[in-house]
């Protein structure tokens, strides 16, 4: 280890920087946030610092450097585009054992600039030393997707009921066990979620409890999102590397599944047409029992829960038997497979409105045919884009309806399989041959059907096919 790693409390102390230029701008506005008294000395400085001066956020010496600028300052920053100014400022500062950073030059420096990951009072610092600044900046990156912003809000939470804990628990392995179980567990979640006062509830009963072995299950609701892993949220990916058992269904992509927690059960209720793994019910009723055993459950859907993926009537059965859950939105296929597609659901010129709508056939008295259970007038209006989730098996019948009901038969649609993975094929046509296009294609589900003029701006915004090859 080349440098000692430390955090430095600089608030309301002096504190200098030499330079005026926009490097400069991004020093002072580091050590601002850690609440220092900024000094900048530079014969002239940008629109920015100018602006902090004249808000009052930072004192501005005008002039050339000189050493006894330095008197009485904490640390001190160097970042002029002149080297012979900054190798000044660097033997001034040592001369004073006053802590120096020389932007750029880590033979000047008696400490670095780490990349930080701020969730105060939560503070990640990440160093290269000096010699792979932008490696750091990178790790950072990684590390900011793995920390939620409310990180920093829990510690705080920590922070007050802190004496509480100590107070009851008495010895530091009971006081480490039951901190792992808060942090880890639902009360943390609850936080993460926005309950902060039902997590300060959870919280009180916790400590009163005194039961740091008690295991406490709860359910995340998470979409998976149409199928590329890379468009997952950041609590999805957390939550679901978290979870004890996955419940999953059949439209979750085989990436996302990889990102599960690898030593997590995996539990297979995915729907097909006209053949259910497991009835909806008896999904409803096994979460409630696999929370009821003290696990933490990720059921995970494709797309969004909450956009015909019956998550509503999930969350009703968690409340009736008062299991803790979160849901976490996901992409709903719409939004993705029309993005990958390059086929924008709503222009200017094309479309200012755009309506989801599912294309499950229900049978009639004749089996030969099928009443589709929509409401055609609304689908037919101008100016729109019509979305139809789960329509394959029925597209003739829906194409027909559509142009019976009012649409030109030569209103251009599409058909998209597997969106956003790179098993995605689109077939484009008009209402009038779009199923038999689509059948000579072979499409498979899952499949999106997009009906509107927007479709013919696929030509020039095909972008994800192009990127494939």
């Given amino acids: ?174 006081r480490r066990i039951f901190w792992e179980r808060i942090f880890e567990g639902p009360v943390a979640e609850l936080f993460f979620s926005g309950q902060e006062q039902a997590a300060e509830i959870a919280l009180t009963e916790a400590i009163k409890s005194g039961d740091h072995n008690k295991q406490h299950g709860e359910v995340y609701l998470v979409g998976g999102g149409p199928g590329d892993p890379d468009l997952l949220t ?26 599960v927690r690898r030593d997590a059960e995996l539990m297979y209720v995915g729907k097909a047409r006209d053949r259910h793994t497991l009835p909806q019910e008896e999904i409803n009723s096994l979460l409630v029992q696999l929370a009821k055993e003290g696990k933490r459950v990720l059921r995970l859907k494709g797309g969004d829960p909450f956009i015909f993926g019956r998550g509503g009537e999930e969350i009703e059965t968690l409340m009736e038997n008062d299991v803790p ?44 045919k099928h009443l589709v259970e929509l409401d055609w007038p609304a689908l037919v209006r101008p100016n729109q884009t019509v979305v139809i989730y789960m329509g394959l098996v029925g597209l003739e019948e829906i194409c027909l309806q559509l142009i019976k009901h009012g649409l030109e038969s030569t209103t251009p649609a599409a058909v998209v399989q597997q969106g956003t993975t790179p098993k995605q094929k689109v077939v484009v046509g008009d209402l009038s041959d779009l199923a038999s296009l689509v059948n000579s294609a072979q499409l498979k589900p899952p499949c999106l059907i997009i009906v509107g003029h927007v479709v013919t701006l696929r030509k020039k915004l095909a972008w994800f096919e192009t990127k494939r090859d």
Avoid: W
């Fill in 325 to 368: 859950f979160q849901v976490v939105p996901g992409i709903t296929a719409a939004n993705g497979v029309s993005t990958y597609a390059g086929i924008p659901l709503t222009h200017r010129d094309y479309a200012q409105s755009c309506i989801f709508t599912t294309g499950h056939l229900k049978p009639s008295g004749d089996q030969q």
């Fill in 234 to 259: 950041f609590r999805a990916l957390r939550l679901m590397q978290q979870c004890d058992v996955c419940v999953y269904d059949k439209l979750v992509s085989k990436e996302v599944m990889e990102l």
């Fill in 1 to 174: 280890m080349e440098s000692l790693p430390i955090f430095m409390r600089i608030k309301g102390s002096r504190c200098v920087v030499v330079g005026g230029g926009d490097v400069a701008m991004r020093k002072v506005a580091m050590l601002l946030r850690a609440e220092a008294f900024v000094v900048v000395v530079a014969p002239a400085i940008c629109n920015a610092l100018n602006e902090k001066v004249i808000s009052g956020e930072i004192q501005y010496c005008q002039a050339d450097f000189e050493p006894n600028q330095l008197t009485g300052a904490m640390l001190v920053i160097a970042a002029t585009n002149d080297e012979t100014v900054n190798a000044a400022v660097s033997s001034a500062a040592i001369t004073k054992n006053i802590p120096v950073n020389v932007v750029d030059a880590p033979s000047l420096c008696t400490f670095t600039m780490p990349s930080i990951v701020d969730r105060s009072p939560v503070v990640i610092a990440i160093s290269s030393n000096g010699a792979a600044p932008v490696l750091a900046r990178l790790i950072r990156a990684k590390i900011e997707t793995m920390i939620p912003a409310s990180y920093g809000r829990l510690a705080v939470l920590a922070r007050d009921f802190r004496d509480l804990v100590k107070a009851r628990f008495l010895d530091t392995q009971s």
